[in-house]
């Protein structure tokens, strides 16, 4: 969305990896609130990347995440 609103193209490569290294590949068409809390976080991150920032600030980004087992 971010880089629509800026009138971008987006990089499907790089969303493609964005997406993969953040485990999202298999919800990539689901809405919001067909996430759960963590993956609802890592789209939020995925966001936050797909500009590739100089520098990104965030708050504790990983805290909620779904731990692996």
């Known amino acids: 969305m971010p880089v629509l609103l800026d009138n971008k193209k987006v990089d499907e490569r790089k969303l493609e990896e964005i997406v993969g290294i953040l485990g999202l590949e298999y919800r990539i068409d689901h ?23 100089s520098i990104l600030f965030t708050d504790e980004p990983t805290g909620n995440l779904d731990s692996k087992k």
Not at 35 to 43: A, D, I, K, W
Request: hydrophobic content about 30%; overall charge positive; proline content about 9%.
């Open 31 to 53: 809405l919001p609130n067909q996430l759960s809390g963590s993956q609802q976080q890592r789209v939020s991150i995925s966001r936050a990347l797909i500009n590739d920032p």
